[in-house]
């Protein structure tokens, strides 16, 4: 059975770094894109990065360029959102999902708040 | 970057109703490879998005053929034959042919 697990969230001050877990079972992880979309309460889904399968090419739009940085362990089946200089419009619940949007993990909140 | 519009926003239904989704995009959604990489999800309350249908038309594993996807090019629909309370949430086409990867803002169907 396919899973993706996150892990990693929380509530923290602006400016601050926070980095997001996402554990992979269940299928060949290295073989896989793997992306990031977050959600802000009450509104709909925004990409916010994606890594090829080997993890040498990595992707994000202009709203978090510069500051997060997506990246996969294949030998750990584990994917990684490193999340820095946080703001207050990055509060979202972010998942993590496989190729194509075929398999989303379950979410975690991230809060941005002093 | 491709815009994807939904209409309506909402729709309230009853049991037992048939219903359908718009979703327009501003490019062609056809690859170099000859597919369309469009696809449905649905995000049920309190759960993460699950994909319905992808490549326009293709029912994903264990989803009721109560589903069905039409759709070429610019222009799809998605259409829920006989809905039942399961089904309620809000949904959102997606588009993966063009980097980046967009989504619609979403149609929230709800009981009437």
């Known amino acids: 059975e396919v899973q993706l697990v996150e892990s990693g969230g929380g509530l923290v001050q602006p400016g601050s770094p926070l980095k997001l877990s996402c554990a992979a079972s269940?299928?060949?992880?290295?073989?896989?894109?793997l992306n990031w979309i977050r959600q802000a309460p009450g509104k709909g889904l925004e990409w916010v990065a994606s890594i090829n399968p080997d993890g040498s090419s990595t992707y994000y739009p202009d709203t978090v360029k510069g500051r997060f940085v997506v990246s996969k362990d294949n030998a750990k089946n584990t994917g990684y959102l490193q999340m820095n200089n946080l703001r207050s419009e990055d509060t979202a619940m972010y998942y993590c999902?496989?190729?194509?949007?075929?398999?989303w993990g379950q979410g975690v909140m991230v809060t941005v708040s002093s | 970057d491709v815009v994807m519009t939904q209409t309506p926003p909402s729709l309230s239904v009853a049991i037992g109703q048939s219903v359908s989704i718009s979703c327009k995009s501003s490019?062609?959604?056809?690859?170099?490879?000859?597919?369309?990489?469009l696809h449905w999800l649905l995000q049920s309350p309190g759960r993460s998005p699950k994909r319905l249908i992808y490549?326009?038309?293709n029912l994903g594993s264990g989803v009721p053929d109560r589903f069905s996807g039409t759709g070429s090019q610019k222009d799809f629909t998605l259409k829920i034959s006989r809905v039942e309370a399961e089904d309620l949430g809000v949904y959102y086409c997606?588009?993966?042919?063009?980097?980046?990867?967009?989504f619609g803002a979403g149609t929230k169907l709800e009981l009437k």
């Open positions: 490019q062609s959604l056809v690859y170099s490879d000859g597919k369309t990489y």
């Open positions: 490549q326009v038309s």
């Open positions: 269940g299928f060949t992880f290295s073989s896989n894109w």
């Open positions: 999902a496989r190729t194509s949007f075929d398999y």
């Open positions: 997606a588009q993966t042919t063009h980097f980046p990867d967009t």
